[in-house]
């Protein structure tokens, strides 16, 4: 009996120890009771390890982790509005709407001239003032001379001299010295089964970019397509500012995406895109340049032999300040010797008292005034009408 309860009594200490030690080995390890993750990564700034696993240490439970939203680009500048096209007028009848601008700037002139011519006695001193004031107005030397000695002899012939006949008789002489027989017309019309082609030259700051772009509104306005050559590469603003008066009137620009491009293959894309897209006229616009600087005028000639491989130039337009006087002279002349100018385009013709710069242009170069301009505004370049301007001359 003594026997059956010292087992009984060694069976229940050996489950009583079965189960502490069961109950020891359930117990998590670790710091503050909690177990510690495969997973977890060392903080070796001395801080807390930091959990990387889906298991929350401190309530143990599962925790979702939110992804991150996608990074946002930045949202692009909005491209500047496109210009509206506009419908500009056409080119005839524009120097004789323009004939009062001209007159108000070239009064002094024609004024000065009706004067001296209406007095009583016309000596000697009289006949030197009507010479210098000629000279003044850059008609250029030669010219004035011939100019005074036609006028004394129609005097001395005709006798009596009312202001009607002043006026009648100083008309005719300034019209025989603006007149040409070299045609004013410029050839902008398809022929051959290919655009015309106009090269624009001069020198810095004529406003040949300007110019440019008011004859390609021009045409417009007569009817005809047009694509502008931006072959000014110089200039960096040049490009972009013939670009705006293109997009005005629907006129394609070729340019160059490349900063001091080759301003040769600029013409020739463009001359090519005009063949291409069989327009009426192809417009290239050149860098100005000093007309003393040999290198430079060498380029300009390069320009249009390179147009020339691909198509004829048709037209090549000087232009020319018309405040510059003499100077613009030197300039004409130096430029006629590198390409084969067929015309002249006088800006700022509004601005100045000395309309005489037409005559003298003509005569130097032989080659007549074709276009001229009076004004900023964008329809104030027109063709060159010799009867309008001398009447704007004498204030008629």
Not at 333 to 356: M, N, P, Q, S
Request: contains cysteine; hydrophobic residues 40%.
């Amino acid at each position: 009996m003594a026997t059956a309860y010292i087992i009984l009594i060694v069976v229940v200490a050996v489950v009583l120890l079965g189960v502490g030690a069961t109950v020891t080995f359930l117990r998590p390890r670790g710091m503050h009771g909690v177990r510690r993750s495969r997973n977890r990564e060392l903080d070796l700034t001395g801080s807390m390890p930091r959990v990387s696993d889906d298991t929350s240490a401190a309530t143990g439970t599962a925790t979702a982790t939110a992804p991150a939203p996608p990074a946002q680009r930045p949202a692009e500048p909005a491209a500047p509005p496109r210009p509206s096209l506009e419908k500009p007028p056409p080119s005839a009848g524009r120097m004789i709407r323009l004939r009062a601008r001209l007159a108000r700037s070239q009064s002094g002139f024609g004024s000065a001239l009706l004067g001296l011519l209406s007095r009583d006695r016309l000596d000697d001193d009289t006949w030197d003032e009507i010479e210098e004031v000629l000279i003044t107005a850059d008609v250029g030397v030669t010219p004035a001379r011939q100019i005074t000695a036609d006028l004394r002899t129609r005097v001395k012939v005709e006798g009596s001299r009312t202001p009607e006949e002043v006026r009648a008789m100083l008309r005719g002489e300034l019209l025989a010295q603006v007149e040409t027989e070299a045609s004013r017309a410029l050839r902008t019309q398809r022929h051959e089964g290919r655009p015309a082609v106009l090269l624009m030259v001069g020198v810095n700051g004529t406003g040949k970019t300007t110019t440019c772009g008011k004859l390609a509104r021009s045409l417009v306005g007569d009817g005809e397509t047009v694509v502008l050559g931006a072959a000014d590469t110089f200039r960096a603003a040049a490009a972009d500012q013939l670009q705006t008066w293109g997009e005005r009137v629907g006129a394609q620009v070729v340019r160059s995406d490349k900063d001091q491009a080759d301003p040769a293959s600029v013409a020739y894309d463009a001359v090519s895109t005009g063949i291409e897209q069989e327009v009426d006229v192809v417009l290239i616009d050149t860098a100005g340049r000093l007309h003393n600087k040999n290198d430079l005028m060498d380029e300009l000639g390069k320009v249009k032999r390179v147009i020339e491989k691909r198509t004829a130039v048709d037209e090549v337009l000087l232009v020319l300040d018309a405040t510059t006087g003499q100077n613009g002279l030197r300039q004409a002349r130096v430029f006629a010797e590198v390409v084969d100018v067929t015309g002249i385009v006088l800006t700022k013709l509004d601005g100045t008292a000395k309309g005489g710069i037409v005559i003298a242009v003509q005569r130097e170069l032989g080659v007549p005034v074709k276009l001229v301009g009076l004004g900023e505004g964008p329809d104030d370049l027109a063709p060159f009408d010799p009867e309008a301007f001398v009447d704007a001359i004498l204030g008629g």
